[in-house]
């Protein structure tokens, strides 16, 4: 089974904090992604990369940083926590073409006081 | 730019009534479709895709979506609901060219199923 694990389920952090969030892949894949889900709003792309060390933005990129320094491994990170980035953060991979289905971790419930 | 539509955020149903979630897309190409669903406290699973060839796609747990091109619909349907149905449901379009690393989702339907 492909395994897509990310490194918390739930977070809670201060306003200003730095705040990583980890995601991994157990199936080789070139592709990762981070999304953002919120009510009504569906998912929205924040980073993805198609290789190490490659990134590019998404359609919400201000106020996130993703760094990828293995292939397996896709972290996004947050420079400065702000209260409206209280989220459900979403990991995915994606091997190979368009047509093939992202697998999704369980998400990170991340909530900024 | 690309859209997804999905008609309804909530659709309630009783068990073993049919279930039919609406999606329509905005696109000249026809892109590849999707349906995910998302249980409660869970990341996004896949029930089915269409890329081409049969326009009448089956997936998993007894789910299956018919493509129109003309109408630019991908409505996903179950013959008879279980109460295990009960989650999110989201419509997705990967574009067919250009930003093929970007899917684009509709805002989700959140399905119950009553006894």
């Known amino acids: 089974d492909v395994k897509v694990t990310q490194s918390s389920r739930y977070l809670v952090k201060r306003t200003g904090e730095k705040v990583f969030l980890e995601c991994v892949q157990d199936?080789?894949?070139?592709?990762m992604f981070w999304y953002r889900q919120d009510p009504g709003l569906g998912l929205r792309l924040i980073y993805f990369?198609?290789?190490?060390?490659?990134?590019e933005k998404g359609d919400i990129p201000e106020g996130y940083s993703v760094s990828r320094e293995k292939k397996e491994r896709f972290s996004l990170i947050l420079e400065s926590a702000s209260t409206n980035q209280t989220s459900m953060y979403l990991c995915?991979?994606?091997?190979?073409?368009?047509?093939?289905?992202?697998?999704f971790g369980p998400g990170t419930r991340l909530t900024v006081l | 730019a690309q859209s997804v539509t999905q008609l309804g955020s909530h659709v309630s149903v009783s068990e073993g009534a049919l279930v039919l979630l609406r999606c329509n897309y905005s696109?000249?190409?026809?892109?590849?479709l999707f349906w995910y669903v998302q249980y409660p406290n869970q990341g996004l699973q896949l029930l089915l895709k269409?890329?081409?060839?049969?326009?009448l796609v089956k997936g998993i747990n007894g789910f299956e979506a018919e493509f129109k091109k003309s109408e630019t619909s991908f409505h996903l349907t179950k013959p008879s609901a279980h109460m295990s149905d009960a989650a999110e449901y989201f419509c997705?379009?990967?574009?067919?060219?250009?930003?093929?690393?970007?899917?684009?989702f509709g805002a989700g339907t959140r399905l119950a199923v009553h006894p």
């Open positions: 199936m080789d894949h070139e592709n």
């Open positions: 696109s000249s190409v026809p892109p590849y």
């Open positions: 995915a991979s994606r091997g190979g073409r368009a047509y093939n289905e992202q697998f």
């Open positions: 269409y890329t081409t060839g049969a326009t």
């Open positions: 990369s198609y290789d190490v060390k490659m990134k």
């Open positions: 997705v379009v990967s574009p067919f060219s250009g930003g093929y690393n970007k899917l684009i």
